[in-house]
Nanobody
Framework: VQLQASGGGLVQAGGSLRLSCAAS????????VAWFRQAPGKEREFVAAISGSGGSIYYADSVKGRLTISRDNRKNTGNLQMNSLKPEDTAVYYCAAREGAVIRGDAVSPFYDYWGQGTLVTVSS
C-alpha cells in the first residue's frame, strides 16, 4: 500500500490542524494505521494508532484528549485531528500502516511496513 500524508503547516499554540493519510494500492481496511512524529534532534515517537475496522484506538499519553485518530475505509484515508496544539507538538508527522493487528508504542515503528513521506507541523508559542 502507498501512503501520502498531508495537512501539516504552521499554527499558533492552542490552534488546530487536521492531518490526512491517503492510501492506495491495497484493501485499506486490512491495514492498521498509526501516526508517529519526530521532532528535531529527537527519536521518532508513537502518537496514535487505529485498527483496520476502527474499533480499537490507542494514544500516547502526551496527546490524549487533544488528538483524535480516525479513518474512512470507503475513502481509503486515515486522519489525525489535532486540537489544543502546543509548541512541543512541533515535529514531522508520519502515517504508517501494517497488515493485521494494530500495535502501539515507541518501539513498534519497525513493525509498520508502509510509511508516508511525512508532513511538518510547526506550533508557535
Amino acid at each position: 500500500v502507498q501512503l501520502q500524508a498531508s495537512g501539516g503547516g504552521l499554527v499558533q499554540a492552542g490552534g488546530s490542524l487536521r492531518l490526512s493519510c491517503a492510501a492506495s494500492g491495497r484493501t485499506f481496511s486490512s491495514f492498521a494505521v498509526a501516526w508517529f512524529r519526530q521532532a528535531p534532534g529527537k527519536e521518532r515517537e508513537f502518537v496514535a494508532a487505529i485498527s483496520g475496522s476502527g474499533g480499537s484506538i490507542y494514544y500516547a499519553d502526551s496527546v490524549k484528549g487533544r488528538l483524535t485518530i480516525s479513518r474512512d475505509n470507503r475513502k481509503n484515508t486515515g486522519n489525525l485531528q489535532m486540537n489544543s496544539l502546543k509548541p512541543e507538538d512541533t515535529a514531522v508527522y508520519y502515517c504508517a500502516a501494517r497488515e493485521g493487528a494494530v500495535i502501539r508504542g515507541d518501539a513498534v515503528s519497525p513493525f509498520y511496513d508502509y510509511w508516508g513521506q511525512g508532513t511538518l507541523v510547526t506550533v508557535s508559542s
